[in-house]
Nanobody, 123 residues
């Protein structure tokens, strides 16, 4: 089995920044891409960003381009999401997920999920 654990969430003022971390453990040999999603209360889960374990490509939702950066550390099996200039409407639970697909942007393409970490953007 593969296990994913997110950390780094918390309360931040509008315009502030946070860095989320995702630690992968267990049998990760079948994982090709790691992604970040978010879900606000009463809303559907939304794709945020993704990065393969190999290659230099990264993928972002249009709403976060230029403000969020996804990165990885293959040796440590860690994935990060640096979030800058956060907006109140981006308050949500942020999830780390693993996929066997090369370029997954849909929730159905991810088969392993972390427990989520709460990000609250408020003054």
């Amino acid at each position: 089995q593969v296990q994913l654990v997110e950390s780094g969430g918390g309360l931040v003022q509008p315009g502030g920044s946070l860095r989320l971390s995702c630690a992968a453990s267990g049998r990760t040999f079948s994982v090709y891409t790691m992604g970040w999603f978010r879900q606000a209360p009463g809303k559907e889960r939304e794709f945020v960003a993704a990065v393969p374990w190999s290659g230099d490509n990264t993928y972002y939702a249009d709403s976060v381009k230029g403000r969020f950066t996804i990165s990885r550390d293959n040796t440590k099996k860690m994935v990060y999401l640096q979030m800058m200039n956060l907006k109140p409407e981006e308050t949500a639970v942020y999830f780390c997920a693993a996929s066997g697909n090369a370029r997954p942007v849909f929730t159905s393409q991810y088969h392993v999920w972390g427990q989520g970490t709460q990000v609250t953007v408020s003054s």
